[in-house]
């Protein structure tokens, strides 16, 4: 059987619309899924109206998506937490509250902020770095050894801290250094620029040399030979 009718909408429909049911014959729900859904959501409205509770309309909620309680609208089924264990295989938020309800925990447990304490040290800063300046920083920065909260650092800033140790004495001496060096540099640069430079022309002696060749354009050993080959005449 690749197909069954729904008693409920009168439609012909896959068997994969319907839910299992091993009590009937062919092992399928007696409704398809939509018509179950529709059914077991009036009942539940009716159910609760007669507790004398309020009951929420979500009958306009577009099909594909699902309301979150928590930030109260429609969201698609894409952007929802997924849980197996539920009758509708979906969780009771959607991904984005799920997050931030996470994110919050943490910032809780770890640092001992509330978001809103977290909102009024970034206001306090200008939302810019605790050490350079920089806009928008994003991790909060803490003593590692008391574990106290400082302030809003920017990424480079953070991870400078940690990679010196979070040593102060370190730090300093590694402020000097750079100093130093930057001193020593402009020194040299300065000496540099104050040295005279090269005199124009030849080397000193090397013209006289020059000339010297050109008026014989004959060795020394040359001029020691001829007076023996006049001699010899």
Request: charged share 25%; net charge positive.
């Amino acid at each position: 059987m690749t197909s069954k009718r729904c008693p409920s909408c009168g439609e012909e429909k896959p068997t994969g619309t319907f839910g299992r049911n091993r009590s009937l014959k062919d092992g399928l729900s007696f409704y398809c899924l939509d018509c179950n859904r529709q059914r077991n959501s009036r009942w539940y409205r009716q159910s609760r109206q007669k507790q004398g509770k309020q009951v929420r309309d979500h009958s306009w909620v577009p099909a594909g998506h699902r309301w979150c309680p928590t930030c109260k609208q429609a969201v698609p089924h894409a952007d929802y937490l997924r849980n197996r264990r539920t009758a509708s295989g979906f969780g009771s938020r959607c991904k984005a509250c799920h997050n931030a309800a996470g994110s919050a925990a943490y910032l809780l447990r770890v640092h001992g902020l509330t978001r809103a304490e977290l909102d009024e040290l970034r206001a306090a800063q200008g939302d810019r770095c605790g050490i350079c300046g920089e806009p928008g920083p994003e991790h909060l920065d803490h003593d590692h050894a008391t574990g106290r909260t400082r302030r809003l650092l920017c990424q480079r800033c953070n991870q400078g801290l940690g990679l010196f140790r979070d040593d102060p004495a370190l730090l300093h001496t590694a402020a000097l250094y750079v100093q130093g060096h930057r001193e020593l540099h402009a020194s040299e640069r300065l000496a540099l620029a104050e040295a005279p430079g090269p005199a124009d022309g030849p080397p000193v002696g090397s013209h006289r040399r020059q000339a010297r060749s050109r008026a014989t354009g004959r060795t020394s050993g040359f001029r020691r030979q001829r007076p023996a080959r006049e001699a010899d005449g």
